[in-house]
């Protein structure tokens, strides 16, 4: 009686998986797989999900290709801060630098990247010297702030600077490619250039023990976040100075660059107070029937659950032919959306690991704005979960290039419309 009772739940559960099982074609999940499995598969697109918004954890920040300037409100994630710290070397060691000299001025550069977000038009900096070291061979998260000294160093920081990412800069002999450049106070070309112990001027090493660098930020009003690349060759400081040349006036400069050995990171903040209503009233986790979030700079993402999963393995057969997340998402007139988005899941010790599909380099996850949507193979995953491999834990849905843009998008969840074409689903295409 109790083998027949098992076998009624069975026969039961499968049923319900798969009420609305069609041949591939019939979901219209074109090119899921070859034709030839196709004649022997089944498919369903009717597994239940749930999906989740929660905050992102930090991310790691330090050392990355571009860093973020600015803050940009945002009507549907609110307001998003990004700031930055760098160290600097010398041109040469042991420069030699006349007793006396008078600075002229002394210029913070740095090399646009080319991306913006916001109408960028002009910004207010605040830029301070650190208090503290940082390294290179240390990992920073996204929640980091090194200690700084109180001193504005901007010279005027009511006049604020104007963004020009694509507008080359003219000197009197020469053309730049584009930069932002930020007058800094003379004093601060004296504390590095004429140091008291002009020792530390003899290598690198002693020079960034001496001076640990700078933090860069923007005033609340900052309209817009724009990208800038440190390593450039125009990303420096440079101090006009003048001297006395045997009784002859002369002018020249000394530049204190950033390469790639020095250290720097970026920060992110996030206030979702003037988000839309769903994030504004966001908890540590938020199920939404109609909507969930991915945001890149240590923001939001999205946790997918797939609790009735794991009744295909009471079945000892199913062959995972293929398996696809698709999430259809809304277009945000601020700003694109992330041109990648990646999967992970948690394994039984916490910590988050890459989709096996993800080594396969078949994954996919790339932005489809013509369709608007994204589309995840996670074929692997799917059956490693199946076999017992892998525990079915929830999969957490991240933004690409999380560390050097602030791109977010809305997500239509499993419940978005009675259409089921507009809603995030998993299409499984299976044999027995």
Same mark, same amino acid.
């Given at each position: /009686?109790?083998?027949?009772?098992?076998?009624?739940?069975?026969?039961?559960?499968?049923?319900?998986?798969?009420?609305?099982?069609?041949?591939?074609?019939? *979901?219209?999940?074109?090119?899921?797989?070859?034709?030839?499995?196709?004649?022997?598969?089944?498919?369903?697109?009717?597994?239940?999900?749930?999906?989740?918004?929660?905050?992102? %954890?930090?991310?790691?920040?330090?050392?990355?290709?571009?860093?973020?300037?600015?803050?940009?409100?945002?009507?549907?994630?609110?307001?998003?801060?990004?700031?930055?710290?760098?160290?600097?070397t010398?041109?040469?060691?042991?420069?030699?630098?006349?007793?006396?000299?008078?600075?002229?001025?002394?210029?913070?550069?740095?090399?646009?990247n080319?991306?913006?977000?916001?109408?960028?038009k002009? /910004?207010?900096?605040?830029?301070?010297?650190l208090?503290?070291?940082?390294?290179?061979?240390?990992?920073?998260?996204? @929640?980091?702030?090194?200690?700084?000294? *109180?001193?504005?160093?901007?010279?005027?920081?009511?006049?604020?600077?104007?963004?020009?990412?694509?507008?080359?800069?003219?000197?009197?002999? %020469?053309?730049?490619?584009?930069?932002?450049?930020?007058?800094?106070?003379?004093?601060?070309g004296?504390?590095?250039?004429?140091?008291?112990?002009?020792?530390?001027?003899?290598?690198?090493?002693?020079?960034?023990?001496?001076?640990?660098?700078?933090?860069?930020?923007?005033?609340?009003?900052?309209?817009?976040?724009?990208?800038?690349?440190?390593?450039?060759?125009?990303?420096?400081?440079?101090?006009?100075?003048?001297?006395?040349?045997?009784?002859?006036? %002369?002018?020249?400069?000394?530049?204190?660059?950033?390469?790639?050995?020095?250290?720097?990171?970026?920060?992110?903040?996030?206030?979702?107070?003037?988000?839309?209503?769903?994030?504004?009233?966001?908890?540590?986790?938020?199920?939404?029937?109609?909507?969930?979030?991915?945001?890149?700079?240590?923001?939001?993402?999205? /946790?997918?659950?797939?609790?009735?999963?794991?009744?295909?393995?009471?079945?000892?057969?199913?062959?995972?032919?293929?398996?696809? *997340?698709?999430?259809?998402?809304?277009?945000?007139?601020?700003?694109?959306?992330?041109?990648?988005?990646?999967l992970?899941?948690?394994?039984?010790?916490?910590?988050?690991?890459?989709?096996?599909?993800?080594?396969?380099?078949?994954?996919?996850?790339?932005?489809?704005?013509?369709?608007?949507?994204?589309?995840?193979?996670?074929?692997?995953?799917?059956?490693?979960?199946?076999?017992?491999?892998?525990?079915?834990?929830?999969?957490?849905?991240?933004?690409?290039?999380?560390?050097?843009?602030?791109?977010?998008?809305?997500?239509?969840g499993?419940?978005?419309?009675?259409?089921? @074409?507009?809603?995030m689903?998993?299409?499984?295409?299976y044999?027995?």
């Open positions: /009686m109790m083998r027949l009772t098992s076998l009624f739940t069975l026969f039961f559960a499968w049923s319900i998986l798969f009420n609305s099982c069609e041949k591939p074609e019939a *979901l219209n999940a074109n090119e899921l797989q070859p034709t030839e499995d196709v004649l022997y598969s089944n498919q369903t697109d009717t597994l239940r999900l749930v999906a989740s918004t929660v905050y992102e %954890d930090t991310i790691k920040s330090d050392d990355l290709s571009a860093s973020l300037l600015g803050g940009l409100l945002d009507p549907v994630f609110g307001l998003t801060t990004c700031e930055f710290a760098t160290q600097f010398l041109a040469n060691a042991n420069p030699i630098i006349p007793e006396t000299i008078a600075i002229d001025s002394v210029i913070l550069s740095f090399a646009y080319g991306y913006t977000y916001g109408s960028l002009k /910004m207010n900096f605040i830029i301070r010297e208090n503290e070291p940082i390294f290179k061979d240390s990992t920073y998260s996204s @929640s980091f702030i090194p200690t700084r000294k *109180l001193e504005n160093l901007v010279n005027d920081p009511e006049q604020g600077v104007h963004i020009e990412p694509y507008n080359f800069f003219f000197t009197s002999s %020469d053309s730049l490619l584009p930069q932002l450049r930020i007058p800094l106070k003379t004093s601060l004296y504390h590095i250039l004429q140091p008291d112990n002009p020792d530390v001027l003899n290598s690198d090493t002693d020079f960034q023990t001496y001076f640990n660098g700078l933090y860069i930020e923007t005033t609340q009003t900052s309209p817009g976040v724009v990208g800038l690349d440190l390593t450039n060759i125009n990303s420096k400081i440079t101090v006009y100075y003048r001297y006395d040349d045997n009784g002859i006036a %002369d002018t020249t400069f000394f530049e204190f660059p950033i390469t790639s050995d020095c250290a720097r990171l970026n920060h992110f903040s996030h206030d979702y107070t003037f988000a839309t209503p769903f994030l504004s009233g966001l908890s540590t986790d938020s199920t939404s029937s109609l909507y969930a979030y991915a945001q890149a700079a240590a923001g939001l993402k999205t /946790m997918i659950e797939i609790p009735h999963l794991t009744n295909f393995s009471d079945l000892n057969s199913t062959l995972v032919n293929k398996a696809e *997340l698709i999430i259809p998402f809304d277009l945000n007139p601020k700003q694109l959306p992330p041109s990648q988005v990646f992970f899941y948690k394994d039984e010790a916490g910590v988050l690991q890459a989709l096996p599909d993800q080594f396969t380099g078949n994954i996919g996850g790339n932005v489809d704005l013509i369709n608007r949507r994204y589309r995840v193979n996670i074929s692997q995953y799917i059956q490693q979960v199946l076999m017992g491999t892998i525990p079915n834990g929830p999969l957490y849905l991240v933004s690409g290039n999380a560390g050097v843009t602030i791109n977010g998008v809305q997500l239509h499993p419940n978005y419309s009675s259409n089921a @074409s507009e809603n689903r998993l299409i499984l295409t044999s027995n």
